[in-house]
């Protein structure tokens, strides 16, 4: 094994290089047929795409469940966050957001389950999005703790963090925009 690595986020799960010198794997273990492991790994990215996209959510829902308690408590000018109309909406778009991206995460489950010719696209979708709305709940939610949502204290530092790289794994978000366009305009896979 090589060193680990120090990241951004993601601390609580190390990180290496995995080094295979003068391995040999008997013909009995074998995964696949020969010349086959690299369409056997492109069809597993699919899973953990869908993998991806659901842990996002659960950063994205944590987030918006503190943010839903700090609004609850926090008072300014005499009035909880809550009870403050544009504070109500930008919380509001989040919640739509999350229950949007939790929609496109099953489905494209779905659709890998019942091995549609469509799934990779779905799958490709839902990482996209899901990863994307994720990191935008959490940034918001920083922003509506104002300086608290900066400190270590109040977690959302290290969900910020931690779902940052989620745009990045299984294929970054702008591999997953041309897969789309791929399957959608190359291939023409049915718009449904």
């Not at 010198?21 to 899973?47: H, S, T, Y």
């Not at 966050?81 to 509001?92: D, S, T």
């Not at 709305?133 to 204290?153: C, P």
Request: charged residues 25%; hydrophobic residues 40%.
């Amino acid at each position: 094994f090589g060193k680990l690595e120090e990241k951004m986020g993601w601390r609580n799960q190390p990180t290496c290089m995995v080094y295979f010198e003068n391995c040999k794997v008997p013909l009995a273990n074998r995964v696949g047929d020969e010349g086959m492991g690299f369409k056997i790994a492109l069809n597993a990215l699919n899973g953990g795409r869908i993998n991806i996209a659901s842990c996002s959510l659960g950063g994205a829902l944590a987030c918006l469940r503190k943010a839903q308690v700090y609004m609850d408590e926090r008072k300014q000018f005499k009035k909880q966050l809550k009870q403050m109309q544009g504070l109500r909406f930008y919380f509001a778009d989040m919640l739509t957001e999350f229950q949007a991206a939790r929609l496109m995460v099953y489905r494209a489950a779905d659709a890998l389950d019942n091995k549609l010719a469509e799934a990779p696209m779905y799958c490709a979708m839902a990482k996209r999005f899901a990863t994307d709305v994720a990191f935008r709940i959490s940034d918001k939610t920083m922003q509506l703790h104002g300086g608290y949502g900066y400190l270590r204290d109040y977690q959302i530092e290290r969900i910020f963090r931690d779902l940052r790289v989620h745009q990045i794994l299984e294929g970054t978000n702008e591999i997953m925009r041309e897969i789309i366009a791929k399957a959608s305009l190359d291939d023409e896979l049915a718009l449904n």
